[in-house]
């Protein structure tokens, strides 16, 4: 693929089973990889690493982030109490992303955040999360349960750089009891017909973009377009 650029996704470190084995993994699902390869980029999946300076070191040889959906952010990180409905949080994992992302603001590096993500970078910057929404909008389609997605349309704010990729609007599937309530430094930039911020993006000239939903279960070619000539760009400018 010549000079496609590497873009490093985080993975989820889970009990699996697979052929004759049932261990600890660490894995992602496919799409993730498939998006990013469509997009004309090269996919490298980032497990949890605890070795000081290891985050430095990967954001050094990428040229694009993504954090990756998956389970409920620690609450303590934000400074609350756990909702009866917020469990599973992987304090390895939340340690891990936000040593990448101190990482990539250091470097500048482009980041795109997808579901947990999104509500990671949130409180990477400061922010807070809203531990259960369906107790705030009074349903449960961000999350029907189990291995489904909900389907929602959601509207885009006018001249951001997320309308440009996708639209003004568009039908989405998302999996999430959690949304974001605060996010500092970053500007709501799509929300769904209940109010619940579905993306958000900070300004200036460096990509920043963080959805609610998953792109990869529809390979929404837009987004990661988006993140992939950002990527090219970072990695030809000598962001590298």
């Known amino acids: 693929m010549g000079g496609a650029p590497v873009v490093g996704l985080t993975t989820y470190r889970e009990v699996a089973a697979w052929g004759v084995w049932n261990a600890r ?3 992602l699902p496919t799409e993730y990889a498939a998006s990013v390869e469509a997009a004309g ?3 490298l999946l980032l497990p949890p690493v605890a070795s000081p300076g290891a985050a430095a070191r990967v954001v050094s040889r990428i040229d694009a982030l993504v954090v990756s959906g998956g389970a409920d952010v620690d609450p303590d990180r934000y400074g609350a109490r756990p909702h009866a409905r917020t469990a599973g949080w992987r304090p390895d994992r939340d340690s891990w992303e936000l040593a990448l992302l101190d990482a990539a603001d250091e470097a500048g590096l482009p980041v795109l955040g997808i579901c947990r993500g ?3 970078m949130a409180v990477h910057a400061g922010g807070s999360l809203d ?3 369906p107790d705030l909008v009074g ?3 961000h999350s029907p349960g189990g291995d489904a997605y909900g389907s929602i349309d959601v509207a885009t704010e006018t001249g951001s ?3 440009a990729l996708v639209g003004a609007s568009v039908e989405v599937s998302c999996h999430h009891h959690q949304s974001v309530a605060s996010h500092p430094g ?7 017909a209940d109010g619940t911020v579905e993306a958000m993006e900070a300004a200036g000239d460096r990509w920043r973009l963080a959805v609610q939903w998953h792109p990869e279960t529809r390979v929404e070619i837009g987004l990661m377009a988006g993140l992939v000539a950002a990527a090219r760009e970072h990695a030809a400018t000598g962001g590298r």
Do not use: I, K, S, Y
């Open 139 to 141: 349903h449960e389609t």
């Open 186 to 192: 970053f500007t709501a930039v799509a929300r769904a």
């Open 118 to 120: 999104m509500q990671l």
């Open 41 to 43: 980029g090269v996919p």
């Open 131 to 133: 531990q259960h929404t």
């Open 25 to 27: 993994a660490d894995l």
């Open 161 to 163: 750089r997320l309308a």
